[in-house]
């Protein structure tokens, strides 16, 4: 808990997945955690973002200032504010200048092309930052999370994580999920 108390983090990205991520991590309890989603709130993020409302689409606010009070109220011993750059390339750069406001993670869930994941992970590993790039893609996810060369993994056991095909979905009062497991997925 010592350790989390500690934690600068950065999150980048107010969908679905991010608004998720930033609800948990501040429910965790770290020091600080800087939102940036300088996109304008849009009626389809109203089905994955139970923060954001029809108001804020109305007034055409940006995700990350309609989300910030009601992230601010989840715990109160940890500090919550957004960056207002529009660039997140631009935010990189004056994170590392200013030294007060650096970060122990960045957690970046917005598609970014790849020459952008690749040049923003190179800046934090070089300046010893975690960094995580996730998105979710329906029912399918992806992470990727680098923590630099002196991170270690230990897997007790080696075994190599099940991958199945869902054969079905029932929607009831008790749902039910059947996986197809006559054939694993590579």
């Given at each position: 808990?010592?350790?989390?108390?500690?934690?600068?983090?950065?999150?980048?990205?107010?969908?679905?997945?991010?608004?998720?991520?930033?609800?948990?991590?501040?429910?965790?309890?770290?020091?600080?955690?800087?939102?940036?989603?300088?996109?304008?709130?849009?009626?389809?993020?109203?089905?994955?973002?139970?923060?954001?409302?029809?108001?804020?689409?109305?007034?055409?606010?940006?995700?990350?200032?309609?989300?910030?009070?009601?992230?601010?109220?989840?715990?109160?011993?940890?500090?919550?504010?957004?960056?207002?750059?529009?660039?997140?390339?631009?935010?990189?750069?004056?994170?590392?200048e200013n030294e007060k406001s650096k970060y122990d993670v960045v957690v970046?869930?917005?598609?970014?092309?790849?020459?952008?994941?690749?040049?923003?992970?190179?800046?934090?590993?070089?300046?010893?930052?975690?960094?995580?790039?996730?998105?979710?893609?329906?029912?399918?996810?992806?992470?990727?999370?680098?923590?630099?060369?002196?991170?270690?993994?230990?897997?007790?056991?080696?075994?190599?994580?099940?991958?199945?095909?869902?054969?079905?979905?029932?929607?009831?009062?008790?749902?039910?999920?059947?996986?197809?497991?006559?054939?694993?997925?590579t």
């Amino acid at each position: 808990m010592k350790k989390i108390m500690k934690l600068n983090i950065l999150i980048y990205g107010m969908r679905g997945l991010g608004i998720e991520i930033a609800k948990n991590i501040i429910l965790s309890g770290p020091n600080r955690v800087t939102i940036f989603d300088p996109n304008i709130a849009k009626t389809n993020d109203l089905t994955a973002n139970c923060y954001l409302t029809k108001d804020d689409i109305e007034n055409q606010k940006r995700r990350d200032e309609a989300v910030l009070n009601k992230l601010s109220l989840l715990n109160s011993y940890v500090e919550v504010n957004i960056m207002k750059r529009k660039n997140i390339l631009e935010n990189i750069n004056h994170i590392l200048e200013n030294e007060k406001s650096k970060y122990d993670v960045v957690v970046i869930s917005e598609f970014l092309s790849p020459d952008e994941i690749i040049k923003i992970n190179e800046i934090y590993i070089n300046n010893q930052i975690g960094f995580m790039y996730t998105s979710q893609l329906d029912i399918y996810g992806f992470c990727f999370a680098d923590f630099g060369n002196n991170f270690a993994v230990i897997d007790k056991n080696g075994s190599e994580p099940l991958k199945y095909c869902i054969k079905s979905i029932i929607k009831d009062k008790i749902g039910v999920v059947t996986f197809d497991t006559t054939e694993r997925m590579t």
